[in-house]
């Protein structure tokens, strides 16, 4: 069929943008899911199994990504972005199906987890633009209910497929090259969002006089954008640097507490996953909107903040403590940073350097991940549960803290509105900003759009 044949618009554009966040999570699924099979195959270490979560989608693969596709994506736009690197995304999935030695496997996650990194803020901020203002929180909750569910079926498919040992997991990384290949093939039929096309359309000079400039170099020119940076970057990257050692090397954590039945660990992640599924349509997508966001985002972090405490104070209780561990944790990680984080962080930038920003932040939060994977396996196994517990609850504390003094006010706001309270007004040209040809120096009124 011919691109551009067919229209894809509404909650199936939605959708269909959104399963970034799936092949993201369930990247990394694939990966925690079956390092302990590479690592009997290749023969490697500890250091060598640090290496491979930390150049992966998990964290500075991903990183490198989002540094590369935030600005690109403002640049050339966010069609573009989502719709190439899924073809990048495909080549490395296969190759890690196929790979017959480390250095294979080592390239094959390099290459997946920057392709991870250049789709995910490219889809956030085209949810975000493309939303009604009364229900942004619902459709981008649609991309961390997507997150969502890629561990579920991720750690699924790994329990079932666990009598097979590493054919198993070669099978999981197989079926997200046909996931990838689905969402490819529907986002062909992909508008590109409304509101970057109308910023690309305006003159240069009239970009350059309103908002400074486009991407990286605008995103820095303001000290409106850089609060906003060290705000959601902190929230992030305090809250994701827990999530990315709990993503990849949970069944690790479970082993070191006593729990060695592999097919058993995967279970306990199944039940975490379900949890956050449930609490993403549940509690984020249905009430994000509609309470109060600080008090929502303060009872999810304190939720995971209690959920590490069971784990790591009561570690000899056994299987009833993991289970307790499991539905705290995985409530929470619906509810929490990283739903608030996508919300806000496409909220509090204007549409020239939207997704830079996000490219921005998500670099520094996969970098700060990967730095702590490099260690995080022989850190486990040298000082136990109760030390590296406490290092991640102190995280989580920190990330809690933030949120609940700053949190942004931008519940049920255009993102006019949001940009008028910001920068003092509209800067995008469909907000009310303006158009190609208006002399910037004349004086103009400045129109509130109703919610």
């Not at 390092?35 to 490198?64: C, H, K, M, R």
């Not at 290092?391 to 803290?401: E, H, M, N, R």
């Amino acid at each position: 069929m011919k691109v551009g044949a067919r229209s894809t618009t509404g909650w199936r554009a939605t959708i269909s943008v959104a399963m970034s966040n799936y092949i993201e999570a369930g990247s990394i699924i694939a990966i925690a899911t079956s390092l302990a099979f590479w690592q009997d195959e290749f023969g490697i270490s500890n250091f060598a199994v640090g290496l491979l979560a930390a150049l992966s989608a998990n964290a500075f693969g991903a990183a490198i990504g989002a540094a590369i596709g935030g600005p690109l994506c403002d640049r050339f736009g966010r069609k573009k972005i989502y719709t190439y690197d899924l073809l990048v995304y495909m080549a490395g999935v296969l190759l890690a199906a196929f790979a017959v030695n480390y250095s294979m496997l080592l390239a094959a996650f390099i290459i997946t987890g920057i392709a991870v990194g250049a789709g995910v803020p490219a889809s956030w901020t085209y949810i975000a633009e493309e939303a009604p203002s009364v229900e942004r929180a619902k459709h981008v909750g649609t991309a961390q209910l997507a997150w969502s569910v890629g561990p579920l079926i991720g750690f699924a498919l790994a329990a079932a497929l666990a009598p097979l040992g590493l054919l198993g997991s070669r099978l999981i990384f197989l079926h997200l090259f046909v996931v990838a290949a689905v969402v490819w093939w529907i986002r062909q039929g992909l508008a590109e969002s409304k509101i970057w096309k109308d910023e690309a359309a305006r003159e240069p000079q009239a970009i350059e006089s309103a908002v400074g400039a486009r991407g990286v170099k605008g995103l820095f020119s303001k000290k409106v954008n850089i609060t906003a940076l060290l705000l959601l970057g902190g929230i992030y990257l305090f809250w994701n640097t827990v999530a990315g050692q709990a993503g990849i090397f949970m069944p690790r954590v479970y082993e070191t507490a006593g729990l060695h039945s592999e097919v058993q660990q995967n279970l306990l992640q199944v039940l975490v996953w379900g949890c956050t599924v449930l609490a993403t349509y549940f509690g984020f997508m249905r009430y994000a909107d509609r309470v109060s966001q600080r008090g929502l985002y303060v009872f999810g972090a304190a939720l995971g903040i209690a959920g590490w405490l069971v784990l790591v104070l009561f570690t000899d209780s056994g299987i009833a403590t993991m289970l307790i561990f499991a539905v705290l944790w995985g409530i929470s990680s619906g509810i929490g940073a990283q739903a608030f984080y996508s919300l806000w962080a496409s909220e509090l930038f204007a549409t020239p350097y939207r997704a830079s920003a996000q490219g921005i932040m998500f670099f520094a939060v996969r970098a700060a991940t990967g730095l702590l994977s490099y260690f995080f396996p022989t850190m486990l196994a040298a000082t136990g549960l109760p030390a590296v517990g406490a290092l991640l609850v102190g995280l989580l504390t920190v990330a809690l803290v933030i949120g609940a003094i700053w949190a942004p006010k931008t519940q049920g706001k255009t993102l006019q509105e949001i940009e008028v309270e910001r920068y003092g007004t509209p800067l995008s040209p469909e907000l009310g900003g303006t158009p190609p040809g208006t002399d910037l120096a004349a004086p103009r009124p400045v129109t509130h759009t109703p919610a």
